[in-house]
């Protein structure tokens, strides 16, 4: 791994770390939401609830011309394994709700307080904003899975002088 460390991939670490946080109550006391949280597909995670932090875009746009607007985007994809794709029974969708909720709620919070400078105070001048999600069914390698794919856009301005 090189020792430079780009704007796109703090913000990626950053990300990560904040799902990492989120606790779940299931009437036990709260406990991590998820079992493992990675940022690729090529680590096996342990368990489900599973969330991989994957990019999507980068889009730029001039603001003015000294400094670019970028927006960078991440597929934030859950998974959850299924029996039967035909036979899903509720509590599994409720998660799948309670989790998509505890993700935005914490994403919009997280921009709110200003977490991802908290984490890396060289991130600075964002928006965080969860742009849209999807619930589909899927096959995976041990069967079929409900997936939840949300995508997280995070922009920021720099400077380009």
Sequence with gaps: MSAYKGKNRRIKDALVAI?????YDTG???EPAFVSV?????????GYPAVRVLPNTIASTTSSNSSKDHVVSFAVIMHFPLNSPSEIESDIYNRMYDLTDLIIDTTEHSDYIGKLS???PL???WMMDV????????SGKS???????MNIDISYSKDVY
Excluded: M, P, Y
């Design 38 to 46: 990675l940022d690729n597909t090529k680590d096996e995670f342990e």
């Design 123 to 125: 991130i600075q001048n």
């Design 118 to 120: 908290t984490i890396d």
């Design 131 to 138: 742009t849209s999600v999807r619930w589909h069914i899927a």
């Design 19 to 23: 799902l990492s946080g989120i606790t």
């Design 28 to 30: 036990a006391g709260a």
């Design 143 to 149: 069967g079929s899975l409900l997936l939840c794919n």
